[in-house]
């Protein structure tokens, strides 16, 4: 039984580019949480989906981020036109439903040049 | 809103020594669940014990222990006969019981255990 699945494991983007963060998550899980972690810092939330909604995007940026989890296919993470400030390790985690333990992924360290 | 801390910003410890780490929450919420994660060099998130507010007794895993004080809002962790595998950074992280179901994390500690 795969864990959650992130990739790319590390990303590095010039200013202005697009990042796409993919995760997978656990077989039979349609709950899926974006957690940011800064250097040094602990886990931000920022976004938690089901299947084809968002319930909860209250720690998301206002701009440049989104975040879909298609009926099919791994949930995406966009950050459009990248600053060196997104550089960080973006955690995805899922759960079977919104009450039982969530489980990490290993994270995808962006890095923006 | 949620917010948790904790004071320890690294701690070191001799290899079996026991160590406690300490997290301190505020909330208005009568029932939750709080965390303790452990992340090591490889960056993986790991459970590593897990306790629910309307419980009142301790929960333990092996050699990780919680003095969970409800009134004082607290939440140590205390590792006993600590290893080498043991070193990491430490996360305790708070969650709701109902309504949005994430995580709010802690700044972390990063115990290192010496041989």
């Known amino acids: 039984n795969a864990g959650v699945m992130q990739n790319p494991r590390h990303l590095v983007r010039r200013r202005g580019q697009e990042a796409r963060l993919r995760c997978s998550p656990m077989k039979g899980h349609s709950h899926v949480y974006w957690y940011r972690q800064l250097p040094e810092e602990g886990l931000k939330f920022m976004v938690y989906?089901?299947?084809?909604?968002?319930?909860?995007e209250s720690g998301m940026p206002k701009e440049r981020f989104s975040a879909e989890f298609p009926k099919e296919g791994p949930s995406i993470l966009r950050i459009q036109q990248v600053v060196r400030g997104d550089s960080a390790a973006y955690f995805c985690?899922?759960?079977?439903?919104?009450?039982?333990?969530?489980?990490f992924g290993q994270g995808t360290r962006l890095t923006v040049v | 809103a949620q917010t948790v801390t904790q004071s320890q910003p690294e701690m070191s410890v001799q290899e079996a020594e026991t160590v406690t780490l300490s997290c301190t929450y505020d909330?208005?919420?009568?029932?939750?669940?709080l965390f303790w994660y452990k992340q090591p060099p490889s960056r993986q998130m790991i459970l590593v014990i897990r306790q629910e507010a309307y419980k009142q007794q301790n929960a333990t895993e092996n050699r990780f222990s919680v003095n969970f004080q409800k009134a004082a809002k607290s939440f140590s962790l205390k590792i006993s006969d600590s290893q080498l595998g043991d070193t990491a950074m430490y996360f305790c992280a708070f969650m709701k019981h109902q309504g949005a179901q994430k995580l709010v994390f802690g700044q972390g500690t990063r115990l290192t255990i010496n041989p």
């Open positions: 909330t208005s919420e009568s029932n939750y669940y």
């Open positions: 989906l089901q299947k084809e909604n968002i319930i909860d």
């Open positions: 985690a899922s759960s079977r439903t919104g009450n039982t333990e969530a489980f």
